[in-house]
């Protein structure tokens, strides 16, 4: 079973940056990904990568701020995101195992808190 590690998330101030990692507990060879999920809301797709990284996808909603990458030779996927607003606030889920740029996802981590203040 493909266990997914998350990290990097924290408290930051609107307009600053994070960066967020996801380790995998061996390697990934489809497309990985990230989600979030707002307080009361439904988690939502934010970007995806597949294993040679010549497909990139985004959602609208983060286009120009977030930035995706992977490292298949230490099995981590990092995404940096810049700009930070106060909607950008949730957990942010680690995702893998998908044929498809926007799942079925067949692992999930436990998530990484990002909060954003104003």
């Known amino acids: 079973q493909v266990q997914l590690v998350e990290s990097g998330g924290g408290l930051v101030q609107a307009g600053g940056s994070l960066r967020l990692s996801c380790a995998a507990s061996?390697?990934?060879?489809?497309?990985m990904a990230w989600l979030r999920q707002a307080p009361g809301m439904e988690r939502e797709f934010v970007s995806s990568i597949d294993w040679s990284a010549g497909r990139i996808t985004y959602a609208d909603s983060v286009k120009g701020r977030f930035t995706i990458w992977r490292d298949n030779a230490k099995n981590t996927m990092y995404l940096q995101i810049n700009s930070l607003k106060s909607e950008d606030t949730g957990v942010y889920y680690c995702?893998?195992?998908?044929?498809?740029?926007?799942?079925?996802?067949?692992?999930w981590g436990q998530g990484t808190q990002v909060t954003v203040s104003s």
């Open positions: 061996e390697r990934i060879t489809n497309t």
């Open positions: 995702a893998a195992g998908s044929w498809g740029p926007k799942g079925p996802y067949n692992y």
